[in-house]
């Protein structure tokens, strides 16, 4: 038997609970892993409340990184012992050992941690589609990232400054202003007592953003589109605060023949070859010392509940793990 989280209903933090499970058996094509770290997302906290709907019982938990206990028939890329790292939809993070489909795995490179991959490699990949792929930073392209603080904010803000960009952030404490501004956001607005939209205007002298990557959702809807320069890309890939409301797509055209788009990281990784790509680009940051991963909470499984409200009450910053 392991260690693993389950829900059996959606709702608050209390509705994850230790329980013991069957150890999993790899089936053909899988790898078991003994899990050293596991990652913890936003994206957990949509499922554990139903907003993302799952079958019950669920285990979330989309990214993790260990060691191959196990591979089941016809997997040829990995062997027991190996140090491997995933992200992967669907849950089952939460959980002492877990199986992975091989196609979803990658080798961690000796330089990169168990904590570092698992802090990175579902946020990490995340900001190399947003910044790589979704709008292209270009070196003198200025771009917002709403919650600069966050998980994927300190790594996208590393990452961005490295392209070239003038990088605006917002974030909503001091602290976290300050933790934003040393991982290279070049400006960082306090959205709980400035107008972002001012502030922005001020930064650029009227020329206003690129791009905005927006994952809080429903409390900076719609100021964020007029951050944006004229025929500027609007991403809204999340919803920390709520939902983003329907709105008429007529709105684009009335805030300047804006393009707007609501991606998610796995339709940008539907292919080996992406996900090869992918996380080669992040490794090289990472190792080049470009993008430092943050991980500023660790909890024990146990923990998870706490982990959950923690980050949902915005007390966290950077990344959040979780230690089976
Ligand atoms: N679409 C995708 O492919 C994809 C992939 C990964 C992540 N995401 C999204 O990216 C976002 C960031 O994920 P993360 O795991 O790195 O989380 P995070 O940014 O570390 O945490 C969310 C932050 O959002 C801010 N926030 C603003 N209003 C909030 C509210 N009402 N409630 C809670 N937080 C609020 C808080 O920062 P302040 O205190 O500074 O306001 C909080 O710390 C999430 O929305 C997630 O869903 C999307």
Request: glycine fraction near 12%; hydrophobic fraction near 40%.
């Amino acid at each position: 038997m392991v260690k693993a989280i389950r829900m059996f209903t959606t709702g608050g933090p209390e509705v994850l609970q230790l329980v013991d499970v069957e150890t999993p058996k790899p089936g053909p094509s899988e790898v078991l892993i003994e899990q050293k770290a596991i990652g913890l997302n936003f994206v957990d906290i949509y499922a554990r409340t139903g907003l993302y709907p799952v079958s019950l019982p669920f285990t979330p938990g989309g990214e993790g990184a260990g060691i191959v206990l196990e591979t089941g028939e016809g997997v040829e890329n990995f062997k027991p012992g190996d140090r491997v790292a995933y992200c992967v939809s669907g849950g089952g993070g939460y959980s002492e050992q877990r199986v992975v489909n091989a196609a979803r795995l990658v080798q961690l490179p000796a330089s990169v941690s168990f904590e570092q991959a698992a802090g990175m490699m579902l946020k990490g990949l995340t900001t190399w589609y947003l910044l790589r792929r979704t709008y292209r930073v270009q070196p003198g392209d200025t771009i917002l990232y709403q919650a600069a603080a966050g998980g994927v904010g300190l790594i996208l803000g590393q990452w961005a400054k490295h392209l070239g960009a003038t990088v605006i952030g917002t974030a909503g404490s001091e602290e976290k202003m300050a933790l934003a501004k040393a991982h290279g956001f070049d400006h960082i607005i306090n959205y709980r007592e400035d107008n972002f939209v001012e502030r922005v205007r001020d930064i650029t002298g009227g020329r206003m953003c690129d791009v905005v990557y927006d994952s809080v959702g429903k409390d900076t809807f719609p100021a964020s589109l007029d951050c944006l320069r004229p025929i500027g890309v609007f991403v809204s890939f999340g919803q920390s605060s709520g939902v983003v409301p329907p709105f008429s797509i007529n709105l684009l055209q009335q805030k300047g023949s804006l393009f707007a788009t609501r991606p998610i990281l796995f339709h940008y990784l539907t292919t080996r070859e992406a996900l090869e790509t992918a996380a080669r680009e992040l490794f090289d940051v990472v190792e080049q010392g470009i993008v430092k991963i943050v991980v500023n909470q660790r909890y024990r499984l146990a923990e998870a509940g706490q982990a959950h409200d923690d980050l949902g009450q915005r007390r966290t910053s950077g990344t959040t793990i979780l230690i089976p």
